[in-house]
């Protein structure tokens, strides 16, 4: 499975309720240098936020701006990969029996 595959993948719970896109994948390196294992995906409204640095109050301005995309960036979602129970072109079903991390 290619990351392109997964960026922009609608995900869903079990019971069919939309959670939001993935915008970001967090891997981690296993055992080999050059083994990576996928840990969780990053699912929210939007990722323009984070990647601008409104997620972690890297940016604090302008002040219009910066409030309004730290209350977007809240509703960012870390699922681990462990909860997916499938995939299918564009949409991944996950476990509902926990509550999603927030991302830091």
């Not at 896109?21 to 055992?31: A, G």
């Not at 080999?32 to 601008?52: E, F, K, N, Y």
């Not at 979602?77 to 996950?94: A, L, M």
Request: charged residues 25%.
């Amino acid at each position: 499975m290619k990351a392109s595959e997964l960026l922009n993948a609608d995900v869903l719970d079990e019971s069919g309720q939309r959670l939001g896109t993935v915008h970001d994948l967090r891997v981690v390196r296993t055992s080999g240098a050059d083994h990576w294992q996928l840990q969780a995906i990053i699912v929210g409204a939007t990722g323009l936020t984070h990647r601008l640095g409104y997620a972690t109050d890297e940016v604090r301005g302008p002040f219009l701006l910066a409030k309004v995309a730290s209350w977007i960036a809240r509703r960012r979602q870390v699922i681990e990969w462990s909860r997916v129970i499938s995939y299918d072109k564009g949409r991944i079903t996950v476990h509902a029996s926990q509550q999603p991390r927030r991302q830091p």
